[in-house]
Structures are given as C-alpha cells and as structure tokens.
C-alpha cells in the first residue's frame, strides 16, 4: 500500500491511489471514477445506481453531498500542503438528480495561510445542466 507521502499532492497519476487512500470505505462505495486533475482542481463522474436512489428514483442529496466534499478534499490536496478537513460546505440543489451519471467538478478559488475556498458543480454528465451547486471551505 501506498504511503501519503507518495499519493500527495494528487495529480492526474495519483488520483486513484489517493481517493482509494484518503477516504472511509463508505466513501469509496459511492464509485466515484474518471478523474480528471490539475492543480486546484479536480473532476470525478458519480455513476448513477440504485443504491444512491431515494424511493423516487432520484440520486439522494446525502451521496451529493458527499461527492462534493470528496472530490473538493481531492481538490484541496493538489498543493504540496495538506488540509486538516472541512470547515464549511453549503449546497444548492437546483433539479432531482435522475436517469444519468453525475459530473462532480470542483475549482479551488483561492488558497490563503489558513484556509481556501472551492466551488463545485454537479452536472449531468450527457447534457451538462446544473444538478447542484456549492461553495466549500478547508482548513489548512
């Protein structure tokens, strides 16, 4: 197994090591996959099943929530600095998320001393309208 020091930061190499490293095994299970990563920035598609449904067949606000504290961590750690966790999330949610994948896309906004900042957005991933949208903070 890898060692913390040889998954950070997260990079495009990396990204699968460090999400199967950095995250609780309930985590994991939300699939999150095809990670597309740069330096603030990280991009994950959310598959769509039944395990992450209500009864109405839409993905429940709990998994997309996670899903955007997960990729944003990811996000976070594309730095040589390491975050202490999250301090804030507050999520929007603009249509039931139902019959497609989910794009999960995060862009930290500014890194300060103590502290940085992220938007997220969470798309279809075959049309592109906006499911959700949230804004993060990190401690640092």
Do not use: N
């Amino acid at each position: 197994m890898k060692t913390l020091e040889q998954i950070l930061p997260v990079t495009a190499a990396s990204a699968e090591d460090a999400h199967a490293f950095m995250f609780a095994p309930w985590v994991k299970q939300l699939g999150l996959c095809d990670f597309e990563v740069r330096e603030g920035y990280v991009r994950a598609r959310l598959p769509e099943r039944d395990e992450l449904k209500l009864v109405t067949g839409a993905i429940c606000g709990q998994v997309i929530m996670s899903a955007i504290d997960t990729v944003a961590a990811m996000a976070m750690c594309t730095t040589e600095r390491t975050t202490k966790g999250t301090a804030y999330q507050h999520t929007h949610f603009l249509r039931p998320a139902r019959d497609d994948d989910l794009m999960v896309e995060v862009t930290v906004t500014r890194f300060g001393k103590a502290s940085a900042y992220a938007e997220a957005r969470v798309t279809f991933a075959s049309g592109g309208e906006l499911v959700a949208h949230a804004v993060t903070e990190y401690a640092f």
